[in-house]
Structures are given as structure tokens and as C-alpha cells.
């Protein structure tokens, strides 16, 4: 089976500033990959050049075999992308937009109607299909917006942060219509900084400054990634202590989770020595997705401090 995007030493700059550096990705069919990372980290910009939309500075990439260089308009006509920002007509109704965009891909009209019954049951949308889309909750719109994108059955999706701005509730409702298109055999590429939605990926890649971390399935990077035992205490005036515990010897990392911390040691021997020391009770975690972010970030800005 062929990846369904490549790319190799992918590059973007804009003047001065390289938004992405060198970068080799390779996804298969039929995975939610998540690109995960703070905002400026490259992950729009990636997006952008895998969908044709923005031209690489240096570097190659395929997408479902087409050439992200000279081929972007086969790229265009294959893929839907949902970006970050709102992408439809609010005074269209909902209806209307399905219908727009139907006949923007190209959707026959013996199959239309029958398309968008389905978006609009995906959606939720029964019985709101009239109402124009200004009057619609950011809930609707976002989903919407997803038919939009997915009309024409492409085999790959990008989404470019599509669940900034809506409830808890409403991103775990979006992220199970993105599990649902990989099941029937859509490829799905979402940009996030939620870690409980990159949970939910079969792959994560990380990025931080241009640069791809790590790329690997949650689990595997939750298992690999630290390099010793993460311990979790929850003192009384965490934010004093993290400072000064940062500089004890045993301790390799050390951040604040709200009012506790969590202490990366060299090994679980340290447990009891942390725990006597500080007169608390101390426990042996499994680390997290934002943990291995953390400590990813941590060695990338150690390494580039030594360059």
C-alpha cells in the first residue's frame, strides 16, 4: 500500500523566517494523523502546501501521487479542506450551502439531492436546513461546514483547527464524525492543540518551530518518549516549589498541572527520596501526551541552545 502523502525535506519560508523546516512525513490511507503543536508551530503552513494552496520554498511532497509543486490543481480536486477560519455563505441557509457547494465539485445532479440528505442527517441538521446560517450555534456551523468539505466523498480530508471556539461536548460530538469517515475509508489529517483530541488520532505528529519532534501512534510516544520515571506530588504552594525543585539533582524535569506537579526523576528509586524530603505523599504516574510535549519542547530548545 502506497503512503497517501510524502513529502521530503519540505520546506516554506517567508522572507527571513522559515514557518517549516525541512520536514519528512509520511501518512497511510485510512488515519486520523493529528499534527499537534502551539500556534506558529508549522502546522497550518503544512497543511497549506500538501493542499496546493501555498508553493514550497524547497523540498518535495506527493499527495494521492500528485505533486505538490506541479500538480496542485489534481491535488485541489481530490481533497476537502475545512481551514480555521469560518468558510461559509452566512446568508445562504444551510441548504443553500450544501447545495453551492455540490455544484462547485461537481456532484451530478441525479446524486445531489441524495448527498445532501446525507450531510444534512450527519450534521444534524433536519429541520434547520432552511435557516440561514448567521442564525445557526457555532455547533451547527462547524458541522456544516464539515459536509461542506466532505460532499464529494474525497479520500482525504484536511482540517485545519476545525474545533476552536465550541464546548467540550461539541469537539468529542466532531471528533466521532472524524472516526466515522475513517471507518468508511477517508484519510483524515486535524491540526489541534487539544490533547484529548490527539488522543483520539491513530497517529500524532508533533511539531515546535517548523520542525516535526515526533511522530508515532499516542501510545507509543506516551511509553517511549520520557526518559525516566514521572512522579506526581501536590504541594501546598506549588508554583515556589517547582522552582526549587528544579534544581535538585534527581530531578530532570520538573511542571505545573494546575495545583500539582509532575517531577521527571532518572529512576523510581528516586520516589521515596522525593517523598521524605518534602514530607508529601508521592505517586508514580503514567505520562501524559502534554507531558511528552513538554519534555519534547524542553530537549529541542536545549539542543538548540547548544548549536
Known sequence: MDYIIQTDNLTKNFGSFTAVDHINLSVWPGQVCGFLGPNGAGKSTTIRMLCGILSPSSGSGTVLGYDISSQTERIKSQIGY?????????DLSALENLEFYAGLYGIPREKRRERIREILDMAWLNGREDALVAGLSRGYKQRLALGCAIIAEPPLLFLDEPTSGVSPTTRREFFNLIQELTENGC???VSTHFMDEAERCDRIVFFNQGQIMANDHPDVLKQNTLPGCLLELTPPQPVALLEEI??????????????????????ESFKEDLSERLGLEVRKISPSLEDVFITLSRQEEARRLQR
Open 246 to 267: 528544579r534544581d535538585w539533582p534527581m530531578v530532570m524535569e520538573a511542571n505545573l498541572y494546575g495545583r500539582q506537579l509532575h517531577v521527571l526523576v532518572q529512576d
Open 82 to 90: 475545512m481551514s480555521q477560519k469560518f468558510s461559509l455563505y452566512e
Open 187 to 189: 484519510t483524515v489529517i
